[in-house]
């Protein structure tokens, strides 16, 4: 009896791990296909930013050693880089040692460039964690809002304001920040940096000014797209039966429309991740802030091209791994992707 009884158990538990491994699969699969875009894009990116540096005309032996410098003396400096070895020995040699954390040193203050980078990557990582903070909860509350006063005066509103501020250049905003918060009102430093570590609310009071300036595009993209897909779900079978079942238009919205109109909004998220990393060179010109974009530029003025490779390459790895995690929310939070394939309403 006890053999018999086991059976069916035996077999029901066997297709239940068959269902959930066909279930797993797709997402398995999506999250290999982003992997392997990443391993891609990351090649690309080494061999893009070596090259660039390849086809400068920087001399370091000749300007680290003078004007007296004999031809002698610039060859044996070349020796020491390696400067005088193929170029393809000299990028497998740059990738390999930048795959320990050894991107060289400065040609003209010897310093290693990890370590430059290491003191000015907190500060451009903490403004842009920061600003995608404020993005979303400033455009994720915005299009919540607006999706459901749809067609009413806050939507309108909501619109006419990101609408503005798609036109405005971060720099532009950042300057009427600095002028109404630092100048008028005097409420908050125009400029400067304090480690977070060292003291996080004189931190807030100096990344707050050019964390909003590189969040509130990125926050009107978010609420005009949230916004958009909230509306569209909420026209759907499943939320027009689930309100027509008695449920509330904003339990309706947060226990299972906000779910699924989440991943054109990881998109964007996604896409607007560069944008911020890419607006930090001239927001940290305006607001006097020492990250990784003021390093790279002093560095390209005076052709330090160890440095400028350095911080190339690490913020091309910032913008990718940031892109795959956004990537793997997307194909967790994607119905389709975790139920097989299924047809959209089924899964729901």
Not at 23 to 29: G, I, V
Not at 137 to 156: K, M, T
Not at 206 to 215: D, V
Request: charged share 15%; glycine share 10%.
């Amino acid at each position: 009896m006890t053999l018999v009884a086991s059976a069916p158990v035996s077999l029901l538990a066997g297709r239940r791990a068959g269902a959930a491994a066909r279930r797993t699969l797709p997402a398995l699969r999506s999250l290999a296909g982003v992997a392997a875009v990443t391993v891609t894009v990351l090649f690309l990116a080494s061999v893009v930013t070596f090259g660039l540096g390849a086809l400068s005309d920087s001399n370091p032996a000749a300007a680290a050693l003078g004007e007296t410098a004999t031809p002698a003396d610039i060859a044996r400096l070349d020796h020491e880089f390696g400067l005088d070895r193929p170029l393809a020995e000299q990028y497998v040699r740059w990738v390999g040692n930048a795959l320990t954390g050894d991107l060289g040193r400065s040609w003209f203050t010897t310093i290693p460039v990890a370590d430059s980078i290491r003191q000015a990557l907190p500060v451009d990582l903490s403004i842009a964690a920061l600003a995608l903070v404020l993005a979303l909860l400033v455009g994720g509350g915005a299009g919540i809002g607006a999706a459901l006063s749809n067609g009413g005066v806050f939507d309108r509103a909501v619109t006419l304001v990101c609408s503005l501020l798609a036109t405005l250049p971060p720099f532009v905003i950042g300057m009427a920040l600095i002028v109404v918060f630092a100048v008028k009102l005097q409420l908050l430093p125009a400029g400067g940096y304090v480690p977070i570590q060292a003291d996080p609310l004189e931190w807030l009071r100096f990344a707050i000014l050019p964390a909003l300036a590189l969040s509130l595009d990125v926050a009107a993209s978010i609420a005009r797209q949230l916004r958009t897909s909230l509306v569209g779900e909420l026209r759907e079978n499943y939320a027009v039966g689930a309100e027509m079942r008695g449920f509330g238009r904003r339990r309706v919205l947060f226990g299972h429309v906000l779910r699924n109109a989440a991943g054109p909004t990881l998109a964007v998220i996604g896409l607007a991740i560069p944008l911020i990393i890419g607006g930090a060179v001239i927001t940290e010109k305006l607001f006097g802030l020492p990250g990784v974009a003021q390093l790279s530029l002093q560095a390209a003025e005076r052709g330090d091209v160890p440095v400028v490779l350095g911080t190339l390459l690490v913020t091309a790895v910032v913008v990718v791994v940031a892109s795959l995690v956004v990537n793997l929310l997307q194909v967790l939070l994607n119905p389709v992707a975790r139920r097989g394939g299924g047809a959209r309403g089924a899964a729901r």
